[in-house]
């Protein structure tokens, strides 16, 4: 009698199926085991973001023949002029100095918050809003239970640099951590790597610091949003005021910018002023002349009035130094994408870039997750698994199971195989079953599925090794 065959196709389906899961598995487990290193920025490769010569705490400058002197008399800690077009550094001194920035910093707090909310929008004030505010601090007059509209707040910081108004704005964008958050993050994008933040308003704070660097980087990303170019170049508005006790009416005032130079030097468009006892006196200065842009930033001078007059005296050395000096530096270009639309109420989330997108802090947050936990991301370079690496997996899992469960009803139903055996007396004997059956040592379900199994958690657990080495 020849024995009854059964198909040994069911097995070979279910091993392959589950080797595919298995590599699947693996290889979602590598994607975010190793990921790509971020590529260091070119203009950082020699170790001093805009050049080597900026680092040094002399005078930089490389002078060709016609060019100006210096101005005789710069106390300045730390200054630098640059053409806002091309980004050169004309001259420098001690660039990259850390110190504390004041109000200046509160370009960066409008580079990264004013694309977010609309002008238009208003907002009651609540008393929590004006909570924690620094003692001493610089007001433009913001009063709890009223409405303002964003566009006035933003008056309030640029002309009377208003740290009540900054907080304001500061909790319609989340909050006080969340805004020094993305400042931080912002700053990074800027490659402004001289900036500590603290506190979103430049009050000083332990550790606060930035550089002459670094807020000419802030200045020059803000004044290419329209709206931050027409806050820092106003010179006077009205701001609303409290209600009037007699008739109930809303109240206003007039504000004047605070910066000396605005109005005064020719060609000046801004940008942002500041003083603490502690910073001393900082600038941030725009002109423009002839077509052309230069900004110049100075930081503690000997004496808080030589600020604007120090600023001034290198503005008008630029712009007579035009072609007459080599660069000795360079402004580096911003790494982020474009700002993201303006949210429509003060409680909207901030919307990311991108579908499936992460803000920086978010990002930062999901970077300490496990890999499996990390939300999933549409390409290979974010801090989750790409969707095509996860449905290879699913569809592996998925293959292995319908393949088990293919065998398993095999199993059931298929006659065993049966072997005939002559014996004495013209009877034979029959035995059923043998070592290649179903569910014998070579099946699916015998020592091969164990070896496979085994063999699937060393692999992932060797790349969830690797990741954390």
Known sequence: MQPTRISRKSPYIARAAAGAAASALVLAVAATA???????????????????????????????????????????????????????????????????????????????????????????????DLADLGAGSSLVGVKENLPYRVEDLWRGVFLASGN????????????????????????????????????????????????????????????RNADFRSYCATRTARFPGGLDKLTGQRTSFDIANTDRLLGKYPGLIGVKNGY??????????????????????????????KVYDEAA???????????????????????????????????????????????????????QLPPWSRPPVLGGDGPGVAPAVWSAAALGAALAAWAGTR???????????????????????????GASALGGSTGVGGRGRRRLARRARALVHGARTRRTR
């Open 34 to 128: 190793a990921p790509a290193a971020p590529a260091a920025p070119a203009q950082d490769a020699a170790g001093v973001v805009g050049g080597e010569r900026l680092g040094s705490p002399d005078v930089q400058i490389s002078p060709l023949a016609g060019a100006p002197a210096l101005p005789a008399e710069l106390s300045g800690r730390s200054w630098l002029v640059a053409d806002a077009a091309t980004g050169e550094v004309l001259a420098a001194r001690n660039a990259h100095l850390p110190l504390p920035p004041a109000s200046t910093l509160k370009m960066l707090f409008a580079d990264t918050v004013l694309p977010k909310l609309d002008r238009a929008l208003e907002y009651r004030v609540t008393p929590a």
């Open 164 to 223: 009540d108004a900054v907080h304001v704005l500061a909790h319609m964008n989340g909050g006080i951590q969340r805004t020094v958050a993305e400042m931080q993050a912002r700053a990074g994008a800027l490659q402004a790597k001289d900036t500590k933040v603290v506190s979103p308003d430049g009050y000083d704070m332990d550790g606060q610091v930035s550089s002459a660097y670094d807020l000419t980087l802030f200045a020059r990303a803000g004044l």
């Open 276 to 305: 603490t006892t502690n910073a001393g006196a900082t600038f941030t200065g725009a002109a423009e002349r002839g077509g052309r842009t230069l900004l110049v930033t100075v930081m503690h001078p000997e004496a808080q009035g």
């Open 313 to 367: 005296a290198l503005l008008d050395w630029g712009f007579a130094a035009a072609g007459k000096v080599q660069p000795v530096g360079q402004l580096v270009e911003d790494t982020a994408a474009p700002a993201s639309a303006p949210a429509n109420a003060p409680d909207a989330p901030h919307a990311p870039d991108a579908p499936g997108a992460s803000t920086a802090p978010e990002a930062a947050a999901d970077s």
């Open 407 to 433: 065998a398993a009803t095999r199993r059931r139903t298929a006659p065993l195989p049966v072997t005939a055996t002559p014996v004495r007396g013209g009877r034979t004997t029959r035995a059923y079953g």
